[in-house]
Every structure is written in C-alpha cells, then in structure tokens.
C-alpha cells in the first residue's frame, strides 16, 4: 500500500513516520519547509507542494481547516485531477462536517473512495500508533484501508455514513471543553474546602465523575504544569465554533453548548490561541489558590 500523507505537522509528521516504520512505503508533503526537511532528517521520503502528487492507494490528509482540505483535493495540489480512479482519500482533520459531505459526493462522483477520520490522542499517539479513530464511509472503503487503519490506531469505531466520523468528533471535542471546565470548577471547589487537587482526582476517578479530562489531561498536562499536549486552545475554539454552527444547522438551540463556546472566547486576551488547550483551566484554578479549609461545623448545621 502506498501512501501519500499531506499535512507534515505534529500529528500528520508523526503518523506518516509510524506508518513508514511498520513498512508501508510513504511519501509526504506540506506547504511549509522546516516540517518538510524535518521529516526528512528522520528518514521520510518528502516531496515539495510544487511536484505532481504522485499515484498512490491512499492520500491521507492531515490538515487544521475544512478550507485546506478543499484547497488540496480541489486545487493545490488538486487530488481530483491527480489521483488514479479507485484510490481513497482518508481526511483525519477535524473539519466541518458540511463542507466534508460535499467534497465526500466530488471525490465519489470523480471515481475515487472517501473516509473521514478524525483522531484522538494528540502528537503521541499518532507517534505511538494509538490514536482512536472516527471513521464516516462506506464499510468497503473501511476494509480496504484497514491494515492502515490498524497501524495508526488503538481503537477505530465506523460510526456512519459520510460526514458521521465529523460530526461525532464535534461532538466529542465539545464534551472534552466542557469536561476541562467542569473539572476544574469541581478540583477549585474542592481545593476551597481543604482537599488537595490530587486526592479530590482520585476520588473523581473513582465515581461516576470521571472522565478523560479527570482521569489523563489533568495528571499528565494541568496538575504536572507540563502543558504540552500538543493541541492548541485555538484548535479547540475552532472545534468548538464548528460543533455550534452544526447545531444551528440542524435547527438544535443547545443553550449549554452555546455557554461553553462563549467561555472558551472569554479570555482571548489572557490566553492566545498558540497556548495549550489545557490552560483554559487557570483561571478557574487560581480561585482556589491561598485559601484554607473554610467549612466549619457550624456552617453545616
């Protein structure tokens, strides 16, 4: 199988180098230089954004906006014009999900196969080969790229049609902003009350609290002060305004959804959109800095 990965950044650069080391033979490509010639000091065969895309099984892209896949499969490099009949293209990009049902009907009626799949575990686990996938096609294209699939991933899970593997990674990015909200709130509450972060996790962990937010970004990234996942909170803003529009699109007042993407904007100011994702939680946080245990007994009787 071969496969031309398009968007050399952290996550596309380091599932092309996974692939190239399980022996798929792997070409890639992205706009920018430094990513270009940092992929070839690790051994991966490059090309510029001014060569003829090459033929391939899969052109797999990893790319920040709906706006650049449609600039690649349309124009530059314009994989409709250059791709052999019956070669797939896999979006793993995180992109609106209108947009993608459309360029999913051009890359069908055009003669090619087309997947959407949106990843989850950050910069390491496409180095790991432990992603977990959202996959929106047809279960022919799914098997035909399997073994890909399975290099790339821990977990892959087809959850529909075309645009379906969008949608719910919309859906899965908005509860993650608002689990990193709500924990922070609940870890501050507690801090408040003289319960160090750590043990109100681990009781969190414990109980029908818990999530991802509780139980990896908050050890691995907030609570180490390592910030360093990988996902900007620009990216998660960007997710955020895409899940809002779906929901408007559907006719859907979702007046929770709607609280979290105008908190997520609230402090642009405080927290650029080049900072960790996870730093949404500091302010939140610093609530709770310099107080001691304030509940008494007589303040529960």
Not at 128 to 155: N, Q
Request: net charge negative; glycine share 10%; aromatic share 4%.
């Amino acid at each position: 199988m071969k496969i031309v990965v398009i968007g050399l950044g952290q996550m596309g650069g380091n599932m092309a180098l996974t692939l190239h080391a399980a022996g798929f033979e792997v070409l890639g490509t992205d706009v920018a230089e430094n990513a270009r010639n940092s992929m070839a000091s690790r051994g991966l065969a490059v090309i510029s954004p001014e060569d003829a895309l090459p033929a391939a099984d899969v052109y797999l892209l990893s790319l920040p906006t709906s706006a650049h896949v449609r600039e690649v499969i349309e124009s530059s490099p314009g994989i409709l014009r250059q791709a052999p009949m019956g070669s797939v293209i896999v979006d793993t990009s995180t992109s609106d999900p209108v947009v993608t049902r459309e360029l999913a009907g051009k890359v069908i009626e055009a003669g090619l196969a087309w997947l959407d799949a949106p990843v989850s575990g950050g910069p390491a686990g496409a180095a790991a080969g432990s992603l977990g996938m959202l996959l929106g096609g047809e279960e022919a294209t799914i098997e035909r790229v399997e073994p890909m699939l399975k290099v790339m991933s821990a977990r892959y899970t087809h959850v529909g049609a075309a645009g379906s593997g969008h949608v719910v990674k919309l859906a899965n990015n908005y509860l993650c902003a608002a689990h990193l909200l709500t924990t922070a709130e609940a870890v501050a509450l507690a801090q408040r009350a003289g319960v160090e972060p750590e043990a109100c996790l681990a009781g969190l962990n414990s109980g029908s609290g818990r999530s991802a937010v509780s139980e990896v970004n908050f050890p691995k990234w907030i609570i180490s002060d390592a910030f360093d996942s990988g996902f900007t909170t620009g990216l998660m803003r960007k997710d955020l305004r895409l899940a809002r529009d779906a929901a408007i699109g559907q006719g859907l007042s979702l007046d929770l959804l709607s609280q979290v993407v105008e908190r997520w904007h609230a402090e642009s100011d405080d927290l650029p959109d080049s900072a960790d994702f996870n730093h949404i939680t500091d302010a939140i946080l610093r609530l709770a800095e310099g107080n001691e245990a304030s509940f008494r007994q007589e303040d529960v009787q």
